[in-house]
């Protein structure tokens, strides 16, 4: 954030908010690798920053003043290599660190008989992606994670951090499996959502806004001319990243009560992209 106005720094290639990295003293774009060294506001020109949120350097720099143990952090800014993963798995694989900080890489498959803690921190940020999956990606997340403790002789505790503790998801994790099952399928129920159609998103990418947004428009009336089953057609509408790469994305989406009328649409899409289509735009 700007200190001065509040403006929160964004790629310039990309409509993303930036990861600032404190030990090496750079911002960068986790979509198109960007990296920025210093930063002045677009708003007001201001070059002093606030830095916000709660990632994994933080966690470990907060960790570092409470505990005296030895702590490996684990993400994409720290280990670039398999070897370098091998190496902080096995420090704490074999007790030369306690503290174990990263991201979801550290949440599967890893067997470590004696962990005895687990905490979870930002499962809010998996909730509020608008995606219908959202909720039953953070139960698989934090039940994976979950997993990783008391799994020796001695019990685990299991520590989440939300601001959304009446949530329903929460009351799920101390409930057998199918009831989770069953809640999530009864919400998608209401919403038609799949299993209960067969859905497609379509997005279209182009440096010209303008230009893809018409050709957007364009192939969303061709697929309601060619919609003679009543299969719901959303959009266009920018696209929840509008912007990676410096290439500006519209969707469409395309929920249908079958495959064949589904597949059918997205054929008619692709005939009218390529009759509209223009310079190096994409479809996909």
Request: aromatic residues 10%.
């Amino acid at each position: 954030f700007c200190k001065r106005c509040g403006k929160i720094h964004e790629c310039i290639n990309c409509s993303v908010p930036l990861t600032m990295y404190k030990s090496s003293g750079r911002s960068s774009c986790h979509y198109c690798g960007t990296e920025y060294y210093k930063l002045q506001c677009p708003e007001c020109g201001c070059e002093e920053i606030f830095d916000a949120g709660a990632g994994t350097e933080r966690v470990e720099e907060f960790l570092q003043q409470m505990f005296p143990d030895n702590i490996v952090r684990i993400d994409a800014g720290k280990i670039n290599t398999f070897k370098q993963l091998d190496t902080a798995l096995a420090a704490f694989y074999n007790k030369e660190a306690q503290i174990l900080v990263g991201t979801q890489l550290i949440a599967k498959g890893l067997h470590f008989p004696d962990v005895t803690f687990v905490g979870i921190l930002g499962i809010d940020n998996i909730l509020s992606i608008p995606d219908y999956r959202s909720v039953e990606k953070a139960y698989q997340l934090v039940m994976q994670v979950s997993g990783r403790a008391g799994r020796g002789e001695s019990k685990g505790d299991v520590y989440i951090q939300t601001h959304m503790p009446e949530h329903d998801l929460f009351k799920y994790f101390t409930r057998p499996a199918s009831e989770f099952y069953d809640y999530e399928l009864e919400r998608r129920k209401l919403f038609d959502y799949p299993p209960y159609s067969k859905m497609a998103r379509i997005i279209l990418s182009y440096s010209k806004q303008a230009e893809v947004k018409q050709i957007s428009a364009i192939i969303a009336a061709e697929l309601h001319r060619a919609n003679k089953n009543g299969t719901s057609i959303l959009g266009p509408a920018p696209a929840v990243i509008y912007k990676i790469k410096n290439q500006y994305r519209f969707s469409i989406i395309i929920k249908s009560a079958s495959h064949k009328q589904l597949n059918s649409l997205l054929l008619c899409a692709k005939a009218a992209f390529d009759k509209h289509k223009t310079g190096t735009m994409t479809i996909k």
